[in-house]
């Protein structure tokens, strides 16, 4: 099982998932983990090229990417499809977790099943977005299950059943996670949709060491 996904990795290379532009943030304060979560709900059932349109779009307008300010988007800044519904579902994720845990950091505090527990009570996240949030934008160890994954193991089963079977307690967790979990490299040293280390060499640390063990 693990093999498809050591070759694939081999021969793409590391993706360095999810793009953001962390200059951006740093100059206008505002969070990253907000614009992934953005970008999560817009890409449901949509082309990931209109999604980034559509962020490059808010940020053109000089948005700042912040709970309390999800609220002062209209329908006009959402340009990806079903855009009422996502809207909803933006403003109803950021206020339900502003009047719950009072911002972003105490919400992040969540171990992975009580977070996803109050993800999914959210209308309009499923069980993919659900677990593309907390693993790119809470970084936490979770396995997203999406049409490609049940196409790479030729698996189609109900979700959480799936992703129970490929995340077993092996190495594979180290494959899945190692864009997301490198302590060497954490998410504010990197620029863009790379990782830095202290020197600036861009994923080396990560590549070294999954070249090392698989």
């Given at each position: 099982?693990?093999?498809?996904?050591?070759?694939?990795?081999?021969?793409?290379?590391?993706?360095?998932?999810?793009?953001?532009?962390?200059?951006?943030?740093?100059?206008n304060?505002?969070?990253?983990?907000?614009?992934?979560?953005?970008?999560?709900?817009?890409?449901?059932?949509?082309?990931?090229?209109?999604?980034?349109?559509?962020?490059?779009?808010?940020?053109?307008?000089?948005?700042?990417?912040?709970?309390?300010?999800?609220?002062?988007?209209?329908?006009?800044?959402?340009?990806?499809?079903?855009?009422?519904?996502?809207?909803?579902?933006?403003?109803?994720?950021?206020?339900?977790?502003?009047?719950?845990?009072?911002?972003?950091?105490?919400?992040?505090k969540?171990?992975?099943?009580?977070?996803?527990?109050?993800?999914?009570?959210?209308?309009?996240?499923?069980?993919?977005?659900?677990?593309?949030?907390?693993?790119?934008?809470?970084?936490?160890?979770?396995?997203?299950?999406?049409?490609?994954?049940?196409?790479?193991?030729?698996?189609?089963?109900?979700?959480?059943?799936?992703?129970?079977?490929?995340?077993?307690?092996?190495?594979?967790?180290?494959?899945?996670?190692?864009?997301?979990?490198?302590?060497?490299?954490p998410?504010?040293?990197?620029?863009?949709?790379?990782?830095?280390?202290?020197?600036?060499?861009?994923?080396?640390?990560?590549s070294?060491?999954?070249?090392?063990?698989?």
């Amino acid at each position: 099982m693990y093999e498809p996904i050591i070759n694939l990795i081999k021969e793409m290379d590391f993706q360095f998932w999810w793009p953001v532009d962390i200059n951006y943030h740093n100059k206008n304060n505002g969070d990253w983990r907000v614009e992934v979560i953005t970008g999560a709900i817009l890409t449901q059932n949509t082309k990931w090229n209109l999604v980034e349109k559509n962020i490059e779009y808010l940020k053109s307008k000089n948005f700042i990417f912040r709970l309390e300010n999800i609220n002062d988007l209209s329908i006009d800044d959402i340009k990806v499809p079903f855009k009422l519904r996502k809207l909803e579902t933006l403003k109803y994720l950021s206020n339900y977790i502003l009047e719950n845990y009072g911002n972003i950091d105490n919400f992040s505090k969540l171990e992975i099943n009580k977070m996803r527990e109050e993800l999914l009570k959210i209308n309009g996240i499923g069980k993919e977005t659900c677990d593309a949030i907390i693993l790119y934008s809470f970084e936490k160890p979770i396995f997203v299950v999406d049409y490609y994954t049940k196409k790479l193991f030729n698996i189609f089963e109900e979700y959480d059943k799936l992703r129970i079977k490929i995340y077993p307690k092996t190495k594979v967790a180290q494959i899945v996670f190692i864009e997301t979990e490198s302590s060497e490299v954490p998410y504010d040293k990197r620029k863009g949709s790379k990782y830095l280390n202290e020197e600036g060499a861009t994923g080396s640390l990560i590549s070294k060491d999954f070249n090392n063990n698989f």
